[in-house]
């Protein structure tokens, strides 16, 4: 992604996009995603090297900020991109909640996820971009919920613990100038940390395992309702 962004050619003066309804937002919810997700990968590198937690969390959500920065920066630069504001937003917002999520472990039953089949264009080689994250209509972004924990205790009793809900979102048929179709979806999800598996290094694989939507049943809310017997 970042030598397609900048590294071929960089030839052109710093620019801003206004882009915040090309791919109906599904761009920005991939943003706030992926530096959640980098700052929980940089979260295992200052573990690894003894950092404290706290110390661990604000270091790596600060990291993934400035790394998520540094590519919007350069974007800016580049002659078929732009410094996007909506992205750099995006991008806070997923630090912000990466660290919140230390300060309030309330906050630790929602996690995002992701979800990806690649479209029929990006597999025979006809996608605009040919870069898999710019394939938006074949992702869908989840917020996993951890039942147990959030409903009242009368209903925790008989939640499952390993078993989530999780609210989604995706798009179709983008134009690439703010039309096509936004979907809203709800499905069951499972929650990795409660594989029986114990350990430092276990604890990251089953961290990592939950930014995965896992193909459960589910139903498409809007914009019509239907119902599937499994949803990715």
Do not use: C
């Not at 750099?88 to 630790?108: I, N, R, W």
Request: zero cysteines; glycine letters at 10%.
């Amino acid at each position: 992604y970042q030598s397609n962004a900048w590294w071929q050619t960089q030839d052109s003066k710093f620019r801003f996009v206004n882009d915040w309804e090309y791919a109906l937002w599904i761009d920005k919810t991939g943003h706030f995603f992926g530096t959640h997700l980098i700052g929980h990968a940089f979260s295992g590198a200052y573990e690894a090297a003894n950092f404290q937690p706290e110390e661990s969390a604000i270091l790596s959500s600060i990291s993934a900020l400035a790394f998520e920065l540094f590519i919007e920066i350069e974007d800016g630069f580049g002659p078929d991109w732009g410094f996007s504001p909506g992205d750099a937003m995006a991008d806070v917002f997923g630090a912000g909640f990466y660290l919140a999520q230390y300060y309030y472990p309330f906050l630790k039953n929602f996690q995002p996820r992701v979800s990806y089949i690649p479209t029929k264009e990006f597999r025979n080689g006809t996608h605009k971009s040919g870069i898999i994250i710019d394939d938006y209509e074949g992702q869908k972004y989840w917020m996993g919920i951890r039942m147990k924990e959030v409903l009242p205790d009368k209903l925790a009793d008989y939640w499952p613990s390993f078993l989530m809900v999780s609210l989604g979102m995706g798009v179709s048929d983008l134009d690439g100038s703010g039309g096509g179709t936004r979907s809203f979806y709800a499905a069951l999800d499972f929650d990795a940390e409660q594989i029986p598996l114990y350990g430092g290094v276990w604890q990251f694989i089953k961290n990592t395992l939950n930014y995965i939507h896992f193909p459960m049943p589910g139903v498409r809310i809007t914009p019509n309702t239907a119902f599937f017997g499994i949803v990715f």
